[in-house]
């Protein structure tokens, strides 16, 4: 049988691991709007089930973040935060941050990372820690 | 060039926006726009895409390759027979809404294309179309 | 060209006589075909070819047999010959007796090849017009070239404009000139955000020093790419923020606040470095 160019199926969940004490929620690369709705849902659901200090949203695969899924995400952050966690974005492409700033789309105060390397020993550090006193 | 220079899919469900999506953005890398100009095209796309879905319940994207004064581009044209738009013009402000979003899918649209007509009227429907040049 | 056809030529040039029409016939038959750079073709008054040259074969791909009595058209691309460039140029020819363009041409296989033409009218002695000579240069190479060129030149102004300087590890440093219109920050965007991500950068220092004013459109865009910058996951520190930008900066109520910024590179460089929770010592020099 001949393949599409991705395969559907795979491309499309989302994935919650749990890492220590962060949990981390990777997108695919071009979620559907169902798909999008369900970030919500599964997160919540997780967030609830473990203790955690807070999540890394993993969006490397990301290829496009439209006002929807913009809103999705600075929603879900608020929501985690009510919770008592912390939500790090990491590792948003430039030409989707690009897009996303011209568009005009906002993700509140949510906090940002390079990669999920880094996004995970930020959560529940301030990013950048104040430096040590000199004698 | 081995692609059709034109085409259309219609947008029905909610998952056709992201199929409507995909069809965009293999359309634009094909027709050599970079990574970026095709994020661009394709997050208009989704935003107008959804439009089309959310306020007419249905209707089609058309595509097609241009190419004048040996410049390639790209036109998008959405086409709905929903309630169309009384006041385009306030439609096209910034933050205006009547479902609940954030009033920036044609602002931002708009934005992000070269080119961008709207053509409605109450009752008779909706023809929003977009087109991007490569520079 | 045949080798009975040359000493024929030079036999005849050695007596020193004026030649006959036979010859100069020959001779110019000779040259035609012995150029090899230019495509020499001959029309009729109609634009049909009536003489084809080796040099034609080579360059436009069809043999003496299946182009001859053909309308020249055929070498002319589709928007061209739409556009009715062909008789265009004949009437031109005619009537200043001389034409001379250049553009697409395409070869018998449907390849394209950037064309230096001239069309000449010829006529006999009486005036009447007996068809057209076409001298045809294939200059693709040098068209190539120059679209090279172009794009080099270009590359190399964009650099001049914003460079992005790697000052320390995970500080990229862009001393940003002049105003900023929407295509120059489209293109200063796409180039920071992907050598911050290329590199592991966690911050980009962006120093207005070089910014003489800064007008509503300049702030907006500065601001559109402090944002992006933070999207992918960086931080930005301003610097060079001289007293009358600052009060500009306020007068046009745009806010910066939650963006570090500092007057001078040097304050500047020493908040990205505590950003990197690196702290400069009193030893340190480059700071
Ligand atoms: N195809 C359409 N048919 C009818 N009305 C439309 C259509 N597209 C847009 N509109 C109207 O224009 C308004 C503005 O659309 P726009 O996409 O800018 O914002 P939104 O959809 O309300 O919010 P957002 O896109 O930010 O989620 C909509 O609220 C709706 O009233
Ligand atoms: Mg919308």
């Known amino acids: ?135 | 060039m081995t692609l059709q220079e034109c085409g259309e899919i219609e947008i029905n469900v909610e998952h056709d926006i992201a199929i409507a999506r995909r069809a965009v953005r293999d359309i634009a890398a094909e027709l050599g726009f970079g990574v970026t100009e095709t994020a661009r095209i394709v997050t208009a796309a989704s935003e107008l895409g959804r439009n089309v879905h959310k306020y007419a319940g249905g209707g089609v994207m058309r595509w097609r390759a241009l190419n004048k004064n040996e410049r390639n581009g790209l036109e998008l044209s959405f086409e709905d027979h929903g309630p169309g738009i009384a006041d385009v013009d306030e439609a096209m402000r910034e933050g205006h809404t009547t479902g609940g979003g954030l009033g920036m899918g044609l602002p931002g649209a708009k934005r992000l294309m070269d080119e961008m007509e709207i053509n409605s009227a109450p009752g008779t429907g909706t023809t929003v179309i977009v087109r991007k040049w490569r520079r | ?287």
Request: a negative charge; proline letters at 4%; aromatic letters at 4%.
């Open chain 3, 1 to 287: 060209m045949s080798d009975e056809g040359k000493t024929l030529v030079s036999e005849r040039l050695e007596t020193g006589k004026a030649l006959t029409l036979e010859v100069q016939q020959e001779m110019l038959q000779l040259l035609a075909e012995s150029v090899k750079e230019y495509a020499i073709t001959i029309l009729d008054p109609l634009g049909h070819i009536t003489t084809w040259t080796p040099a034609a074969v080579r360059l436009k791909g069809y043999h003496p047999e299946e182009i001859i009595g053909q309308h020249f058209s055929v070498f002319y691309t589709q928007e061209d010959v739409a556009h009715g460039k062909c008789e265009h140029e004949l009437e031109v020819a005619t009537r200043e007796g001389r034409l001379e363009d250049e553009g697409w041409r395409v070869r018998k296989d449907g390849t394209r090849f950037w064309a230096s033409v001239v069309i000449t009218a010829l006529r006999d002695p009486h005036g009447n017009l007996r068809g057209f000579g076409k001298v045809t240069r294939d200059l693709t190479d040098r068209k190539q070239a120059e679209e090279r060129l172009r794009l080099q030149a270009q590359e190399i102004l964009e650099m001049a404009t914003v460079p992005l300087v790697q000052v320390w590890d995970g500080i990229i440093l862009v001393p940003l000139i002049g105003m900023l219109d929407s295509a120059r920050t489209q293109q200063l965007m796409e180039r920071l955000l992907q050598r911050l991500t290329d590199t592991g950068s966690p911050v980009a220092l962006i120093d207005i020093t070089g910014v003489p004013t800064i007008d509503t459109q300049t702030a907006q865009h500065l601001l559109e790419t402090i944002k992006a910058v933070r999207y992918v996951g960086a931080d930005v520190v301003l610097t060079g923020v001289r007293p009358a930008i600052a009060q500009t900066l306020v007068h046009l109520g745009i806010d910066v606040s939650g963006v570090a910024t500092r007057s001078s590179l040097t304050a500047g460089l020493r908040v990205a470095l505590r950003m990197m929770n690196l702290e400069i010592t009193a030893g340190n020099g480059d700071a």
């Open chain 1, 1 to 135: 049988m001949h393949s599409p160019k991705r395969p559907e199926g795979i491309a499309e969940t989302i994935t919650v691991t749990k890492v220590r004490e962060v949990l981390l929620v990777t997108m695919p690369s071009d979620p559907d709007d169902p798909t999008i709705c369900a970030l919500q849902e599964k997160t919540l659901e997780a967030m609830d089930q473990h203790t955690v200090t807070g999540l890394v949203l993993d969006l490397t695969r990301v290829e496009i973040l439209d006002s929807y899924f913009a809103r999705t995400v600075a929603e879900t952050a608020q929501m985690v935060e009510l919770m008592g966690g912390e939500t790090i974005i990491a590792g948003m492409r430039p030409a989707v941050a690009i897009t996303a700033t011209e568009l005009g789309v906002s993700l509140g105060r949510t906090r940002t990372a390079l990669n999920v390397d880094r996004a995970l020993d930020m959560v529940g550090r301030a990013r950048h820690p104040k430096p040590r006193r000199r004698a």
